[in-house]
């Protein structure tokens, strides 16, 4: 990638010099500084302001120059001084001045001086607190070139769409458009890679067209697309004749070539690049090759098609095969490698009535062609036949194929038999071994583990070199840790693993065992550390598999399970490279949905959710057939809400719902979409959802918050009659949920609101007992509201002892300001005006309170306190207050009607009017306005009495 850093300053002296520091030594020093830096001349500025701190490390500017060192340093290319410089400034200036430049600065040194990951958290940091910033264009690329090294490829792509979004002309849009093929192409997004890698070479002017056009090549051979890899190299050639990469692409040319097959144009172009300096070695390795696929046809082969085929022409079909009666014997030794008995011999004529020898043999030849082809069942059929009616060594030969494909087939017990018919015969060398390790092998899957032990150990006393050895000894070890003897398991795994070390010339020899059992034991040997519960042994052993570089399937599979091993060691960030490891290398492997499933589930686990959530997409995007395709949905629906994106999770649980509308999952979808339009106010569509739900029968837990989430939406629309019904319900269906406290107390709250205050009473009552010394925010409510009930009642004396409570039991209680108001209630109607003051300021002057409709009735009481006890001039002042502080009309006006006729009592009838016309001009939709009307007419009357 052709990044380079950018200069963001210019003008310094205009900057910094001119504009604040005044003339004297330390300004001189610094504006020359200064101005070598205007003019580039980035030597002697790093030199200048080098100087400067110097000579004068305590001036107001010093941290100035110390981030114009880095600059000047950073234009020179030398990357570590100048990133040590960006740091001293933050450490100096952390919300100076250059901080966001100094931030970028730091990180972009990093990256350019090689160290991608010091660079990360920086560039991450900027990109988070700078978001909009317009050298969001360099930390983009930047950032993406990061994760592509990583290969974090969902990472690096979404970097460098955002980039190209954001920034189409930007000075980096052809660095950002390579790193978003290149990412692509890693996540074998062939057809968008090709296209972007296409659109940047059309720029022939860029610098990074040549690039793109030998990328493009590359893709194009990966693909099988030799022909047009072809053409592409080619073109690199005839459009940047001086460009680097023209060696590289004539070798991509030529084995382009030989995948065609045109092999002599390949050994021209092999032969031309032979003496070439960079390339040649590499050429004449391949024109080698080339020449010698030129001189050979096929290496010989078995054709185990045509066999079969031939076979099955003369066996099934009816009659005696051609030359079978001139023949009149023949052999089995040596006709198939390793199928005839240790007794050799001639098989001859069967006795009349049973099938000829030679038949049984084409029966049993048969049957081997078809096991070859890992036709097993028909294999079987043949070898059954071949056993029954032979004799001599080919019986012997058809019961060991006959057991041998049994235990292909996985029927064990049925493989006993003619395995133990076999070894009757006591027979030697390569069939012993065979027959001794398969019968061992069912004794252990059918429980006899003592009788598989003996049988290993008579193998081992008897066999202990054998090449045969080992494959026994493995499918033995699984045998165990199907049965679930893990020490067995462990110790026939670590065996194999030493022997294959131990034996490497046995385990590399044509036709002996596969030189991978190294492996393949450790693998075994670690599953079975592993289920014993020997992690940390289990995870070291993994970590040896990996080590070997083992095939496709194992190295899948050891990455995937040493991931897991590592996080129950609890050690996250390993255990995430093992998951990434099989995600990014294996995609086709078993354990690719595996790994995206455990390494976003265990970034949610560590609150990484945005990753949570690319990784649960790929799941579903690339195993949409998945058992496990509703869990994905749900559990990515809720990392998006972690991340704060509830409008993404929103269409996610939709998606689930569509998919999966009868799953545990679905059902749950439906309950969280009702829950979202329920907060945000959209009550008939959750009533809709929740009525759905409901009639699709549930879970009864979930059920259980259905019906609740139903009485709150009724509690919303403050439909009480419907808030009685479905928390009556609710009660009555689960009397011993934990939200059953909060459905009678809504129940009660229905009560109180239609002014049914006996039964709202009663209700309360009885939760207030019930309750105990239970202590939630809610259960002060239920006090708050068994007070006010009293006090509808005017039992003030008991309405104050329970509303005096309220603070000491529950000092947090966001609603203490309406407690408080009603203790001013209760204060006054026991004409303790003082102590109905104290209360009222109280409700006014708290944070929950303040500028409420509660606090504007609080001061209107003050104003009324006042009144009753006739200090007109101080109530007067008092319910003005109301109607400047507050911007409730109803107690506006009404504070206007209660001044005005402390006017009038004071004898203002003037002022008086004035306020009710200002009821009559601003509150006139308010029920005081008529008496405003009135008491106006009074105010006009010759006197205005002193009633109210």
Not at 335 to 346: A, D, F, N, Q, R
Request: proline share 5%; with cysteine; aromatic share 10%.
């Amino acid at each position: 990638m052709m990044l380079t850093a950018c200069w963001i300053f210019a003008g310094v002296l205009g900057l910094l010099a001119a504009s604040s520091l005044p003339a004297g030594q330390p300004e001189d020093q610094f504006a020359v500084a200064a101005g070598h830096y205007e003019a580039q001349r980035w030597d002697l500025a790093a030199e200048e302001f080098q100087t400067f701190l110097q000579q004068f490390p305590e001036h107001p500017q010093a941290a100035a120059a110390v981030f114009f060192r880095g600059e000047a340093l950073m234009q020179k290319g030398d990357n570590e001084a100048a990133g040590a410089l960006f740091a001293e400034y933050l450490r100096r200036e952390p919300e100076g001045r250059f901080a966001r430049s100094a931030l970028f600065r730091r990180g972009e040194a990093a990256y350019l001086a090689g160290r991608p990951e010091d660079a990360r958290p920086f560039l991450r940091q900027f990109l988070e607190k700078y978001p909009q910033d317009r050298l969001t264009a360099y930390v983009l690329p930047y950032l993406g070139e990061i994760a592509l090294k990583k290969d974090e490829l969902a990472a690096a792509e979404a970097f460098f769409r955002q980039s190209l979004d954001r920034f189409p002309d930007g000075r980096l849009q052809d660095d950002s458009r390579l790193g978003l093929a290149r990412s692509l192409e890693k996540q074998q997004k062939f057809d968008q890679a090709g296209q972007d890698y296409a659109a940047l070479a059309g720029k022939t002017a860029s610098a990074l067209a040549d690039d793109a056009q030998f990328h493009l090549g590359t893709l194009h051979y990966t693909r099988g697309n030799y022909a047009q890899a072809v053409e592409t190299f080619q073109q690199l050639e005839t459009k940047w004749p001086a460009s680097p990469w023209i060696p590289n692409a004539r070798l991509g040319r030529g084995w382009s070539l030989i995948k065609l097959n045109r092999l002599d144009e390949a050994a021209s172009l092999f032969t031309e690049l032979a003496g070439d300096k960079k390339t040649g070695a590499e050429a004449r390795r391949w024109l080698d090759q080339v020449q010698r696929m030129r001189a050979r046809a096929y290496l010989a082969q078995k054709d185990y098609d045509r066999a079969a085929a031939l076979l099955e022409s003369i066996t099934l079909a009816p009659g005696e095969s051609p030359g079978a009666k001139d023949s009149g014997a023949t052999t089995t030794r040596g006709v198939v490698p390793g199928l005839s008995s240790s007794e050799g011999g001639t098989v001859g004529q069967a006795n009349r009535g049973t099938l000829g020898e030679a038949e049984a043999e084409r029966h049993y030849l048969l049957a081997v062609a078809y096991e070859r082809q890992k036709k097993y069942e028909p294999a079987l059929a043949q070898a059954a036949a071949a056993a029954e009616s032979a004799s001599g060594a080919l019986k012997a030969d058809a019961q060991l194929l006959q057991g041998s494909l049994l235990v292909a087939l996985k029927k064990y017990a049925a493989a006993v038999p003619p395995l133990e018919a076999y070894l009757s015969r006591q027979p030697t060398g390569d069939p012993a071994v065979q027959a001794l390790g398969e019968l061992a092998i069912c004794c252990a899957r059918t429980g006899r583990l003592d009788r598989a032990k003996k049988l290993y150990a008579e193998l081992r006393e008897k066999y202990p070199q054998h090449r045969l050895l080992p494959p026994a000894v493995e499918q033995l070890a699984e045998a165990a840790y199907d049965a679930r003897d893990t020490a067995w398991s462990a110790e026939l795994s670590a065996w194999l693993a030493d022997w294959a070390k131990n034996h490497p010339e046995q385990a590399a020899a044509p036709g002996g065992p596969p030189a991978d059992y190294e492996i393949r034991g450790l693998t075994g040997l670690g599953w079975s550390q592993f289920k014993s519960g020997r992690l940390a042994e289990a995870e070291g052993t993994f970590a040896r598999v990996l080590e070997k570089n083992p095939p496709e399937p194992l190295a899948a599979e050891a990455a995937f399970v040493r991931g897991q091993i590592l996080e129950k060691l609890g050690r996250a960030d390993p255990a995430l490279a093992m998951y990434d490891q099989v995600i990014s290398r294996h995609p086709k492997s078993p354990q690719h949905a595996e790994a995206l499933l455990a390494a976003a589930r265990l970034r949610v686990k560590l609150q990484q959710f945005a990753p949570a959530v690319v990784l649960y997409q790929r799941f579903i995007e690339e195993h949409p057939r998945d058992a496990r395709r509703d869990a994905a949905l749900y559990e990515r629906a809720w990392a998006l809400m972690d991340q704060k994106q509830p409008a993404e999770a929103r269409k996610a649980f939709e998606q689930l719902k569509t998919e999966f509308p009868k799953t545990r999952f679905g059902h749950d979808a439906a309950y969280r979409l009702a829950q979202m339009d329920y907060e945000a106010g959209n009550y008939a569509q959750a009533e809709r959802l929740l009525g759905e739900l409901l009639s699709a029968g549930p879970e009864p837990q979930l059920r259980q918050y259905a019906l609740y989430l139903q009485g709150q939406i009724a509690a919303a629309g403050k439909d009480w009659d419907q808030i009685r019904r479905t928390f009556t319900a609710f009660a009555n269906e689960y009397p011993q949920s934990s939200l059953r406290g909060l459905a009678d107390f809504w129940i009660a709250e229905a009560d109180y609101r239609q002014k049914n205050y006996e039964a709202a009473e009663r209700r309360l009552a009885d939760l207030d007992r019930r309750l105990g010394d239970r202590r939630e925010p809610w259960t002060a409510v239920v006090a708050l509201r068994r007070a006010q009930v009293l006090a509808q009642r005017g039992a003030w004396d008991e309405a104050l002892l329970i509303v005096l409570q309220i603070e000491p039991q529950f000092p947090d209680f966001p609603q203490q300001y309406e407690a408080d108001y009603l203790i001013g209630r209760c204060r006054a109607a026991r004409a303790e005006f003082d102590e109905a003051r104290q209360a009222y300021l109280k409700a006014i002057r708290s944070a929950q309170g303040a500028k409420t409709e509660t606090a504007a009735m609080a001061q209107w009481m003050i104003g009324e306190s006042y009144f009753h006890q006739k200090h007109y001039q101080t109530a007067l002042r008092e319910y003005l207050r109301v109607e400047i502080l507050y911007a409730y009309p109803t107690w506006q006006a009404a504070a206007l009607l209660q001044a005005g006729k402390c006017h009038e009592l004071l004898g203002n009838r003037r002022e008086a009017e004035k306020l009710y016309a200002r009821i009559l001009e601003k509150y006139s939709k308010t029920p005081f306005a008529d008496q405003a009307q009135q008491r106006l007419g009074t105010a006009h009357a010759p006197s205005a009495g002193n009633s109210r």
